[in-house]
Each structure stands twice: as structure tokens, then as C-alpha cells.
């Protein structure tokens, strides 16, 4: 299995720490790929860090990581909520994947209580902040170890 674990992250998220940061903080993306980047090494990883506000761009994105990577980490941001189209691409990944969303979405408007990325994904983290990008390669990196 390749050493490589693919992020991905969903729309609206390149505009992290500026957009809404009483709900996503002040961090930005480039901060959250840094210490994505930093934890990856400390776990012997690489990582291929990703964002796009499209649908089909995350879909390509997943294609490319049943060649290249081990594990997936996906922030599908408000897709999370409505793609049918990325629930499918997760099925046809073979390693594990972690869902995050960086808000506690349970603790929001009812039409974010529900994921079609959940019926895909190992393991969900929501509401730890960024943080939850290093939960999950963490949990990913763990996985992928004992396969
Ligand atoms: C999000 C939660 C989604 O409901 C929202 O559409 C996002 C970000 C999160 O990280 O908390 O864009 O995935």
C-alpha cells in the first residue's frame, strides 16, 4: 500500500478563517495542511491535501486516490448533506475513511444532521474544531497499520 493519505476538503472551505469564524475559527486551510502535513511525518505519511468547490472535482479527486493513496480524510463540507455522486466515488475506495467536519454539525440546522458520506465512512468526527483533521489521520493511519 502506498505511504499516502489523501484530505479532501469541500466548498466554501478555501475560505476558512474568514469565512463564519464564530462557527470555523480563525484558522485557515493553508494552516490546517500545515499541521496535517507535520502530524503525516511524525506518522511516517505523506499527504495529498486537496480543496474544490465542485462536486465533480471532489469526485475526480477520489478517483485518483484508489491509485495513489491508503486512506481517506474528507471534509465534503456542504455536500456532505446532498451528494449521492461522492457517496458512491467513497464506495468504490477500497482503504479507510475518516469523515470530519470541523462544526458540530448535530448541534445546527436540522438539514445537517444528515450525511451520505456517514454510510461510507469508518469513522465521523464533528465539532473539534480543525483539530479534527489530526483526530482523523490519527484514526486513518491507525487503520491502515492494522489491515
Ligand atoms: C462543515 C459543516 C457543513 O454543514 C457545512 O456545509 C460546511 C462545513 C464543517 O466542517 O463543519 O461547509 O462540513
Known amino acids: 500500500m502506498p505511504k499516502l493519505i489523501t484530505i479532501l476538503n469541500g466548498p466554501n472551505l478555501n475560505l476558512l478563517g474568514k469565512r463564519q469564524p464564530e462557527v470555523y475559527g480563525h484558522e485557515t486551510l493553508d494552516d490546517v495542511k500545515r499541521a496535517c502535513t507535520a502530524l503525516a511525518a511524525e506518522l511516517g505519511y505523506d499527504i495529498d491535501f486537496q480543496q474544490s468547490n465542485y462536486e465533480g472535482g471532489l469526485v475526480e479527486m477520489i478517483h485518483a486516490a484508489r491509485e495513489t493513496s491508503a486512506a481517506i480524510v474528507i471534509n465534503p463540507a456542504a455536500y456532505t448533506h446532498t451528494s449521492v455522486a461522492i457517496l458512491d466515488a467513497l464506495n468504490a ?29 469508518d469513522f465521523v468526527i464533528a465539532g473539534a474544531g480543525t483539530e479534527g483533521y489530526l483526530l482523523a489521520l490519527r484514526r486513518v493511519a491507525s487503520l491502515v497499520g492494522g489491515m
Open 93 to 121: 475506495f477500497d482503504g479507510p475513511v475518516g469523515e470530519v467536519h470541523i462544526s458540530n454539525v448535530h448541534k445546527r440546522e436540522a438539514f445537517r444532521h444528515h450525511s451520505y458520506v456517514s454510510q461510507r465512512a
